[in-house]
């Protein structure tokens, strides 16, 4: 499932994504496919102009939240939210337990209220900044069983850079 070809397979789509519409969505699709999350997204946040929640750009493939989770995300749940984005380090794959606190009742909160009943129990994040500066946040999910190491290096920056020169090797 997870190996070179599928790392060479995610490399164009991640390229052109940037001209597709809807926005990285082969990219996305692919990525889901390759690691067998429930859910794949990419995040783009803040973007410099309006209100910060209306600065968000969210692009994913898969299972997204129900209705009402997105909508209380939105209305208020946003403005408790523990993740720690903005300290997470470029190009380092995290899981769900470094990226919240157990027992911590805001995070447990946080934690119950959102990423449950989204069926985000296994969680890998990873941000990436892109020279200018701008973030982003690639994000994958299931609903139950941790995912294999595999799928952590194939999302890593080295995995991705492994996958580009696997790519000029046999000629893409």
Not at 62 to 80: A, E, K
Not at 81 to 86: H, S
Not at 104 to 115: A, F, K, N, V, W
Not at 142 to 153: I, K, L, T
Request: hydrophobic residues 40%; neutral net charge.
């Amino acid at each position: 499932m997870v190996g070179t070809e599928n790392a060479v397979r995610l490399l164009e789509p991640l390229i052109s994504g940037i001209v597709e519409n809807p926005l990285w969505s082969t990219f996305l699709k692919r990525l889901q496919d390759a690691s067998g999350a429930d859910y794949v997204s990419l995040v783009f946040r803040p973007l410099p102009l309006g209100p910060e929640r209306n600065r968000v750009i969210h692009l994913y493939s898969g299972r997204p939240s129900p209705p009402v989770v997105s909508q209380l995300y939105r209305d208020s749940l946003h403005v408790s939210d523990p993740m720690p984005y903005r300290d997470m380090t470029d190009g380092k794959v995290y899981t769900l337990a470094e990226l919240l606190r157990f027992g911590d009742p805001g995070h447990e909160e946080y934690r119950s209220r959102l990423l449950v009943p989204s069926g985000m129990n296994v969680l890998r994040m990873m941000r990436v900044i892109e020279p200018s500066g701008i973030s982003a946040w690639l994000t994958l999910s299931r609903s139950e069983v941790e995912f294999d190491m595999r799928v952590e290096r194939l999302i890593s920056k080295r995995g991705l850079e492994a996958a580009d020169q696997a790519a000029a090797a046999i000629g893409c």
